[in-house]
């Protein structure tokens, strides 16, 4: 495992939840971190607090990453901020509404299929160009456990789009290998402490799912957050197309 230390990341969705743990764990390795936010800064001004009590740098830039200029602004200035980019986390995404597929109108598919691929796909295009110059670059990608099963009842959009991701990411890694960018994805469960399912998961339904899962417990952003710093840190390593999947062992592939 390589060494973080004055490697330059950028972390989709960096104000709340796994996206924090992410930029929080990537700091405390050594990196400095141009951190992506939409909603709020409460999170990333913390997290550049921590950077710079690190003697490490970090700054927050804002979205809408379903929108190409606004993706296109990000990206540079985030990748101008740390002066290249060695690794990407693609964080944002998120489930919008429970709908079963007789509620979906095309609306709200455009709307679930753009915040959880379109953003990954516009983000990892256009840091693309900063990733291949490092020559060991490293992208992860968040998916789903839902993208695995199906998920729970409502999320049959969100679940086709997670799915997509991990199909995404194989895919990708074909194409980013020979520039020496690696590709991996994780997909998490139950992840409570995330606005995710603060806002979409009952505490009866987080407790009937908890009693489902072999490890006993639901997970927390830092069991996410380890397992991407893992990733990152393989930066010159020799995995690439993977997902681990991060669920206490309701599904093993």
Do not use: W
């Amino acid at each position: 495992m390589g060494t973080l230390k004055g490697k330059k990341a950028f972390v989709t969705g960096a104000e709340q939840g796994i996206g924090y743990a992410v930029a929080e764990s990537l700091i405390k390795a050594g990196c400095d971190v141009a951190l992506h936010f939409f909603q709020g800064t409460e999170g990333p001004e913390k997290l550049v607090k921590l950077a710079k009590s690190l003697g490490q740098k970090a700054a927050y830039f804002s979205g809408d990453l379903t929108i190409e200029d606004q993706v296109k602004d990000c990206v540079q200035k985030s990748a101008e901020f740390l002066g290249g980019m060695d690794i990407l986390v693609n964080n944002v995404g998120g489930l919008i509404a429970r709908k079963s597929l007789v509620e979906v109108d095309m609306k709200f598919y455009n709307i679930v299929m753009d915040v959880n691929l379109k953003t990954m796909v516009l983000v990892t295009r256009d840091c693309i160009p900063y990733l291949e110059k490092t020559g060991a670059a490293s992208i992860v990608n968040l998916a789903s456990l839902a993208g695995r099963k199906g998920g729970h009842g409502g999320s049959l959009i969100y679940s086709a789009s997670k799915g997509a991701v991990l199909t995404f990411t194989r895919a990708l890694a074909g194409e980013l290998g020979p520039k020496g960018i690696r590709v991996n994805a994780v997909a998490p469960g139950l992840i409570l402490g995330t606005r995710f399912h603060n806002t979409f998961t009952t505490q009866e339904s987080a407790e009937e799912t908890i009693k489902g899962i072999p490890l006993g417990r639901a997970g927390n952003i830092y069991d996410i957050a380890r397992a991407i710093t893992f990733l990152a840190s393989e930066y010159d390593g020799f995995i690439t197309g993977e997902t681990i999947d991060i669920n206490g062992g309701v599904y093993c592939a």
